[in-house]
């Protein structure tokens, strides 16, 4: 049955509430048992690392994939959503580090890898249990218990048979490569991971000399902003192309060789210097000089400490002179190769260990920290006498992603996968797939794949899968294992785990006589196992090789902007290596969440709310809608604003709510006052011939059009803001230009149709909303669907909003013509308004005239038929439409921005402001249509001018008119004073207050009241306009307005003193519609006559299906309960029917009331015939001076004197006792009347039969304390 909906609601707690509902039903799952036969729909979720608590950025992927995927299952297709955890790597590494104090390798090795691995084993779902409730609070749903975690060994195997395939495709090798390099996890990293934390820093920044080995007088000056890598100088380079100089500095008297135009870098003029010659960087090639240290003085003989040349070296920074240290610079390791002074089998000059110190050939500064050591350097250097200068020099530099410390650039002997040889693969790949925003897949994706490198992939730690590939002592034989079968099967040891601790002591015998083979020491770069996901998560190939063959690529995947160089990246890279075609078909791109102040999102500086207040405080759906209605969803950043979601509660959910409370409580109005019962059915629904009905059903359908569309292209930032648009276009345009038709004012007929047509656009829109926002589509569909005729939907189960199918569009639905005509009318409405804000005129007040200009007489014809709403809206009397301004005397007039304009025009400013005065209405009229205009030699453009509407003072419409229009329609408002109208107007304000009380009093249009009001003082203007529009108050309010003083008997509801008009306002609301409600045409209850056959014996009788009114309704248990008592049917089973048809627990009983029950016990009655009138006699009660007890409302109530029929007749005593327990008053004394004035008693000797069908009034009268 369908339940009266509170005026008020607390988000939060109903999606608590809905939750639980899932939760019991199994709903998610029951989802996907119900969809299992349906096409597949692919969607792979990129694994978080459970070390850390969920973010807005998580919170923001995750709404997105739960938006596209319910979407996907509502559309028809089966989607199975699982979630995956990141195990491995540094995260995890990084944080039992910090927690044990391990400085490095030694640390490690001290504890033992089973050890350590144990331990990082222990914290990676350390938060588990707070993503899964977060993920779950926010509505998402995704399969937990059914997950996939990266260290599960049937992932890690998957792992393994992706890199034999690529080291089987001779796309594995083994080289030293220059990396970034994190000193406080003590590995290397990936191209694409250094790329993830720059930072702008001050560095040290030094100039130093390089003297010449045949004149040492002369010498080469070279700039770095790492003195750390001084001691493993083994070049100086040159640009060959660029012109070098030879200089003495007048300062010094040194001679130094720079490039000729950086000379500005260390001199203020050319005074300070004189140019001793000049020449092209190639002159200087193969030149000797004097290192600054004595470290590697050894490498002299392979050619070290000359100059080479390279295109790389540039003039817009440093000497010109680059610095050569091969093993700490990708460039300088690529041309240090090239003049051979370094060889791929050299033994590496890279005295820098994993932690970043200097190892003991650097005898100076042996176990110093290099970013430490680099101030003692340039003490040494200075003293030396080879530093030029020192100062500091602020660059973007980048930073380790996991520990937030400066990476360092070092040559890393490294397993690497070739990545260069198939760019071109990688971007035909790359564009098949669909991006959103599609600038994403070209520029920052497509162009990172252009320069892409070879990707290091092993890593020097511990808690990772091991690289699967065991080695001789040379390297020259190397097994590579793709499975655990093919390790048991060449090491003969069951295996259960593949952890390093679990396998590192294993060994291969050798087949070329070189003993053992060991395993490798490194493990998998963890974005190696992300990249494995779409084939590790189903354990391919070894298990469901056909779904998954089936199934790839995926349908869709969604994550944050920083994933282009991450996982969107390595995801292509595996499967263009495997299987030449891209691994997924669709993906959507979501920028970053940044705090309110556009900075990073920090824990530190606490500069954001958290995600669980939020939910907490607004609800999910709130932050659902807020982020999905955000730039961040075209790949933009968004500055999170807690006051952002609370506007969408404010602007979308509450105008929704009260929408779909309107209607219930119409509904239900429908159903009390003139029994009709309301049933949605789409089929079956009668076409309106209502305008305003069929543009709210074309606009809907024109919706769904485009809802579809949309969604099927990923576009969620065009779909969100055309729902939000919509639920105002229902709230403030629909319902608010129908409210009297939907509360019943037009005959019950259109009442009908505008409940069904507005039931209808809600039970679409929670359908087209469930994606987005789950919870409170859910909340109203499980009321709404108690109206729902379940013969109108096709699904079996409709216990759930997300079971249902999306709507089907109904194109013979959308009339354009119809949409664009209340386009028109909502222009008008909107452009009145703005004239009356502008003129201080509330809509209260009625006006005489609105006067419409537009230049297609089609659109005029448009507002004509729309004239009702308008008149209506804007509280006109009367609307004039034409073609004609020049007939009102119209002019246009323009005024320059002069913020805008000031700015650019800076001194013709002054000239052109003149010009635009003078500019004649004809010349702004073309402006209007063309939006350019030429202004003193000047061209101007919409946002410079400012247009403004005047009247001709000579056309006699100057002061009686105000003019307001967009680019279509120019809208005049008589805005002339006129008394009658301005007492309207005052009239209005009374019923406002009066409304305003109803609603503080918690009263709903169908409780009937009724409203006294006093004016003071008495007989002034206030009191008489109230007297003059009485009919007229009433017509509105639908509640008696009487004149104080209040009846002592009347139950008060809520009393206000108010001021208006310069009177003092006093309103009281009592209960009840004394006076004027019409007299009751039959009992005050919902009743059935009962007709028994049991036993062959006939008894007749009432039962009250409620008492009092709206109180103790009985349900079909209790009806067969009070049937026994009445009727003396103890122990016998009894059926019920209402005509050949039996009810059952599930029949709703109000919905009989007046009709004739059978009752028997068992076979259904021979004779089914209907009463329409009352069996027994009776009498209405009506409670007057006091609230009733026992947890009851009601104040009306009915009695019967009789019943089964001629039995059981009432006495006096009897009908007092009885009426004090109909109101649950049994200990007071009551004295009755047959009037609501007191005056007319029913004492001991009145006749009670001839009660029968009066109405009883009941005072009851005070206790001794009260008295």
């Not at 260990?353 to 050591?373: L, P």
């Not at 509330?842 to 004509?864: F, G, R, S, T, W």
């Not at 008060?1052 to 009177?1063: A, G, P, R």
Request: glycine share 6%; with cysteine.
């Amino acid at each position: 049955m369908v339940q009266p909906v509170p005026e008020t609601i607390h988000f939060p707690s109903e999606e608590e509430r809905i939750l639980k509902l899932w939760d019991d039903r199994n709903c998610f799952q029951e989802c996907l048992k119900q969809s299992k036969n349906r096409p597949k729909f692919t969607f792979y979720d990129g694994p978080p690392f459970a070390t850390g608590l969920p973010h807005y950025g998580h919170i923001l992927a995750g709404t997105i994939k739960d938006v596209v995927t319910r979407f996907a299952h509502q559309s028809g297709f089966h989607v199975d959503r699982r979630f995956g955890w990141d195990c491995h790597g540094l995260p995890v590494e990084y944080e039992i580090d910090k927690t044990l104090g391990i400085k490095g390798p030694e640390d490690v090795a001290k504890m033992g890898i089973a050890e350590y691995n144990r331990q990082c084993r222990s914290i990676v779902m350390r938060y588990a249990n707070e993503w899964e409730s977060t993920v779950t609070r926010l509505g998402r749903w995704i399969d937990f218990k059914n997950d996939y975690k990266t260290l599960y060994p049937w992932f890690m195997e998957t792992v393994w048979w992706v890199f034999k395939q690529l080291y089987d495709k001779g796309l594995v090798y083994r080289g030293v490569k220059v990396m970034p390099f994190s000193t406080a996890c003590n590995t290397p990293l990936s191209n694409f991971e250094s790329h993830q934390n720059y930072k702008d820093v001050q560095d040290p920044s030094v100039t130093v000399t390089f003297p010449l080995e045949e004149d040492e007088s002369v010498s080469l000056i070279a700039w770095t902003t790492t003195p750390w890598t001084l001691p493993s100088n083994l070049a100086l380079c040159v640009n060959p192309e660029l012109m070098y100089v030879k200089i003495k500095d007048h300062a010094t008297g040194n001679v130094y060789i720079m490039m000729e135009a950086r000379l500005s870098a260390l001199f203020k003029s050319d005074a300070e210097y004189t140019l001793l010659d000049k020449f092209p960087g190639k002159t200087l090639k193969g030149k000797k000089y004097k290192p600054l240290f004595d470290y590697f003085i050894t490498s002299k003989e392979s050619g070290a400490f000359t100059v080479v040349l390279d295109n790389y070296v540039r003039e817009e920074e440093g000497t010109g002179v680059v610095h050569q240290a091969p093993y700490f610079g990708a460039d300088d390791y690529r041309v240090c190769m090239d003049y051979n002074i370094i060889q791929k089998d050299s033994v590496p000059i890279c005295p820098v260990d994993s932690s970043g110190c200097f190892t003991a050939e650097v005898a100076d500064f042996v176990g110093q920290y290099v970013k430490d050591a680099d101030k003692n350097i340039i003490k040494l250097l200075k003293e030396k006498g080879r530093l030029v200068n020192a100062s500091t020099f602020k660059h973007n530099y980048p930073f380790c992603w996991r520990s937030d410390t400066p990476l360092i650039y070092k040559a890393v002997p490294s397993w690497f996968v070739r990545v260069e040889h198939m760019v071109d693969k990688l971007l035909e790949n790359n564009s098949k797939c669909y991006w959103v925003p599609e600038f994403v897949r070209e520029k920052r994706f497509g162009n990172w794949l252009k320069d892409a490198r070879d990707w290091a992939i092993s890593r020097n730690r511990y808690w990772g899968t091991p690289i699967p590939l065991w080695v001789s002592e040379d390297f020259e034989e190397v097994v590579c294992v793709g499975s655990v079968a093919e390790l048991e099967e060449l090491t003969g040891v069951k295996v259960t785990d593949l952890h390093r601790e679990s396998i590192d002591h294993l060994t291969i015998p050798s087949r070329c006589g070189k003993g053992v083979l060991r395993r490798l020491q490194e493990v998998f770069d963890c974005w190696f196992e992300s990249g494995s996901m779409p084939y590790a998560q189903v354990h391919y190939p070894f298990e469901h090789r056909r779904e998954f063959e089936d199934a790839f690529p995926a349908d869709f995947i969604a994550e944050g902007i920083d994933q282009t160089r991450g996982w969107f990246y390595t995801l292509l890279v595996l499967s263009t290596a495997l299987f030449g075609k891209p691994p997924f078909k669709n993906v959507i791109v979501n920028g970053l969440v940044l705090a309110s102040d556009g900075q990073k999102m920090s824990k530190r500086k606490k500069n954001y709310p958290d995600p669980v207040q939020i939910v907490n405080s607004y609800g999910a759906d709130a932050l659902r809608l807020y982020l999905i209605n955000s730039p961040v969803v075209r790949a933009e950043n968004l500055r999170f604003k807690e006051d952002g979601v609370r506007d969408v509660l404010k602007d979308v959910f509450l105008p929704w709510y009260n929408a779909y409370r309107f209607v219930i409580q119409n509904v239900q109005r429908l159903h009390k006052e003139e029994g009709v019962q309301f049933l949605y059915n789409e089929s079956t629904a009668k076409k309106s011939d209502n305008i305003m009905d069929k543009w709210i059903l074309s606009f809907t359908q024109s919706l769904i059009q485009f809802f579809k569309a949309e969604m099927d292209a990923y576009r969620l930032y065009t779909v969100v803001p055309r729902l939000v648009k919509f639920v105002d276009m229902l709230t403030n345009w629909y319902v608010r230009t129908n409210r009297r038709r939907l509360k019943g004012e037009s005959g019950t007929e259109d009442c009908v149709w505008a409940l069904e047509t507005l039931f209808s656009v809600l039970f679409f829109m929670c359908r087209l909303m469930a994606p987005c926002t789950p919870f409170i589509t859910e909340m109203m569909y499980q009321n709404m669907k108690h109206l729902i005729d379940p013969a109108s939907l096709e699904e079996k189960d409709t216990s759930s909003i997300h079971y249902l199918m999306l709507p089907q569009v109904r194109v013979s639905l959308i009339d354009k013509r119809i949409e664009s005509a209340v386009s028109q009318m909502q222009s008008v409405i909107e452009l009145g308004r703005v004239i009356r804000d502008r003129k201080t005129l509330p809509v209260k007040y009625p006006l005489k005239e609105v006067v419409v200009i537009h230049q297609d007489p089609e659109a005029l014809q448009d507002i004509q038929s729309l004239e009702k709403y308008i008149l209506e809206e804007l509280n006109v009397r009367q609307l004039t439409l034409s073609t004609d301004k020049d007939k009102y005397g119209i002019r246009l007039r323009a005024e320059p921005d002069h913020m805008v304009l000031g700015k650019r025009l800076k001194g013709a400013f002054k000239s052109v402001t003149a010009a635009i005065k003078e500019l004649k209405s004809e010349q702004l009229e073309t402006f209007q249509k063309t939006g350019t205009i030429v202004v003193d030699g000047q061209e101007l453009h919409e946002e410079d001018l400012r247009l403004m509407y005047t009247f001709d003072q000579g056309s006699g419409t100057a002061s009686q008119y105000e003019a307001h229009s967009d680019a279509q329609v120019l809208v005049l408002l008589d805005v002339t004073p006129d008394q009658s109208m301005v007492d309207e107007g005052v009239a209005r304000e009374v019923i406002n207050r009066i409304q305003k009380l109803r609603k503080k009093g918690h009263l709903v249009p169908s409780d009937e009241i009724t409203v006294y009001y006093s004016s003071k003082p008495a007989g002034e203007y206030l009191e008489k306009v109230i007297q003059a529009h009485t009919d007229f108050i009433l017509a509105t309010t639908k509640a008696p307005l009487k004149n104080y003083p209040v009846p002592a008997s009347a139950s008060v509801i809520i009393q206000e003193k108010t001021k208006l008009k310069e009177s003092d306002l006093d309103l009281t609301i009592v209960k009840g519609a004394s006076g004027v409600s019409a007299p009751l045409s039959g009992p005050a209850c919902a009743y059935v006559n009962v007709k028994i056959t049991v036993d062959n014996k006939e008894q007749a009788g009432v039962i009250l299906l409620e008492n009092p009114k709206g109180d103790n309704t009985l349900d079909f248990h209790r009806l067969l309960g009070v049937c026994s008592s009445i009727f003396d049917l103890q122990n016998t089973k009894l059926s019920v029917y209402n005509g050949k048809t039996e009810l059952t627990s599930k029949t709703d009983l109000l919905a009989l009331n007046g009709k004739t029950l059978h009752v028997t016990s068992g076979a259904a009655p021979a004779d089914a015939s209907n009463t329409n009138t009352l069996l027994c006699q009776y009498i209405n009660l009506q409670l007057l001076n006091t609230k009733p007890q026992e947890c009851q409302h009601g104040i009306l109530g009915t009695l019967l004197l009789e019943n089964p029929v001629g039995q059981n007749g009432l006495t006096y005593e009897g009908l007092l006792h009885e009426a004090a327990k109909v109101f649950g008053i049994r200990s007071r004394r009551l004295k009755l009347y047959l009037d609501e004035a007191l005056t007319e008693e029913v004492t001991q000797d009145s006749s009670l039969k001839m009660l029968s069908t009066k109405m009883v009034y009941i005072q009851v009268l005070p206790t001794t304390a009260e008295a």
